[in-house]
Every structure is written in structure tokens, then in C-alpha cells.
């Protein structure tokens, strides 16, 4: 069974500088998928970054990037140049193809972004 | 560009009481679709996925179902309420072989009294 761990309920920033998130994930399977999303006070959950594992190289969305470790089974998220709106929940996930194409989720990481 | 729509936003209902949620998709054909709950302080669970009309697979055993009697429309249902249903229900669409990315609506807010 699939299980995604995030190891920080709360994490802050100050605005404009970096934070990154840590997420690691157990699978047994060769072919999956890794998300970050996001959500904000209104809960919409909202795709921010998202890796396919057979790709070595990390995935990039602006100010957001990835730090996918493979064999260590780690897929971390890195927001540079911190934005007040950045402020919300952030959930890792993982997909297995296959069968449900069910997402796991981690319990999630609340960033403050102070100003 | 695919939307996705979910109502009613906000539901407060009493125990025992009936319970229809709806989702629908534009933009997509043939999507599949997904269910999930959150819980106060929780990840997301899900609930029921669809890969199309009247095909229905549950997750979690639970006081709930679901149908989806068209291509784009999804129903989650109950008979009779409990105090444990309540949570935020989020709807997703994904397309088969496409990102492999779920996409979630705005949600319903569940209160069963």
C-alpha cells in the first residue's frame, strides 16, 4: 500500500525568502506520480507541481520547484521568493497507475507567510 | 478549458436525513471521476471513483454512495445521515492517459446536525 508522510504540521516564512517542504512516500510499484497541492482558506485544492517518477529530472512551476530524491524516496517542495498569498495548506500526494488511480495523501503542512 | 462544478457550496442537514451532492464537468469527455472527503484537520480520503456511466467503485465501506447517470454528472448520496459524515467533500476529474493529474471543484461543506 502506498503511504505519504509529511513530518511538519506548520512551517512560516518570512515574505520573499525560501521555504521548502519535505514529503517522503513508501510504494512498491516502478511507475507512479508525485503532486503537491495546495489549499488556501477557501479549500479549493489547487495543483501546484506535479513529477512523473520515471523523469530524473525535477519538475519547475515558476517559483516552485521539486527536490525528487528516488532511491531515498523523498519529494520535497522548495517556494522561493515567498508571496503572502503563498500562505495555505500544502498536501503531498502520490498516484500509482493502474487499478484506481487512487491519490494518496500526506496529512498536509500549514505555511504561514509572514509579512 | 475544463471546469468542474459542485453543490450546494455549504449543507447543514439533521441526522437521519437524506443527502444529494452533486458534481459536473464541462470541457472533458469521458473523464473519470473521483469522490473524496476531508476531515477537520485531515489529508483527503476517497470515497468513490467512476472511469464511466454507472461504473461505480467504492473505496471506503461506508453510509454512502454514489452514481454517475451521465457522462459528466456524479451524485453522492445518502439514505440516512450520521454525525460522522460531516466533513468537506471535494469532487475530481482526471482523463485517462492525460498528466495523470486529478482536478479537484471548490467543494461541499457538510454539516449534519
Known amino acids: 500500500a502506498q503511504t505519504v508522510t509529511q513530518s511538519q504540521p506548520e512551517m512560516s516564512v518570512q515574505e520573499a525568502e525560501t521555504v521548502t517542504l519535505s514529503c517522503t512516500y513508501d510504494t512498491s510499484e516502478s511507475d507512479y506520480y508525485l503532486f503537491w497541492y495546495k489549499q488556501p482558506p477557501s479549500r479549493q485544492m489547487i495543483l501546484v507541481i506535479r513529477q512523473e517518477a520515471y523523469k530524473q529530472q525535477n519538475a519547475t512551476e515558476n517559483r516552485f520547484s521539486v527536490n525528487f530524491q528516488k532511491a531515498a524516496k523523498s519529494f520535497s517542495l522548495k517556494i522561493s521568493d515567498s508571496q503572502l498569498g503563498d500562505a495555505a495548506m500544502y498536501f503531498c500526494?502520490?498516484?500509482?497507475?493502474?487499478?484506481?488511480?487512487?491519490?494518496?495523501f500526506g496529512k498536509g503542512t500549514k505555511l504561514t507567510v509572514n509579512p | 478549458s475544463q471546469t468542474i462544478h459542485q453543490w450546494p457550496a455549504t449543507l447543514v442537514q439533521p441526522v437521519g436525513s437524506p443527502l444529494s451532492l452533486e458534481c459536473t464537468v464541462e470541457g472533458t469527455s469521458n473523464p473519470n471521476l473521483y469522490w473524496y472527503r476531508q476531515a477537520a484537520g485531515r489529508g483527503l480520503q476517497l470515497l468513490f471513483y467512476s472511469v464511466g456511466i454507472g461504473q461505480i467503485s467504492s473505496e471506503v465501506p461506508q453510509n454512502l454512495s454514489a452514481s454517475r447517470p451521465q457522462d459528466r454528472q456524479f451524485i453522492l448520496s445518502s439514505k440516512k445521515l450520521l454525525l460522522s459524515d460531516s466533513g468537506f467533500y471535494l469532487c475530481?476529474?482526471?482523463?485517462?492517459?492525460?498528466?495523470?493529474?486529478?482536478?479537484f471543484g471548490p467543494g461541499t461543506r457538510l454539516l449534519v446536525l
Open positions: 475530481a476529474w482526471s482523463v485517462w492517459g492525460f498528466e495523470e493529474t486529478q482536478y
Open positions: 500526494a502520490s498516484l500509482t497507475q493502474g487499478g484506481s488511480e487512487k491519490l494518496v
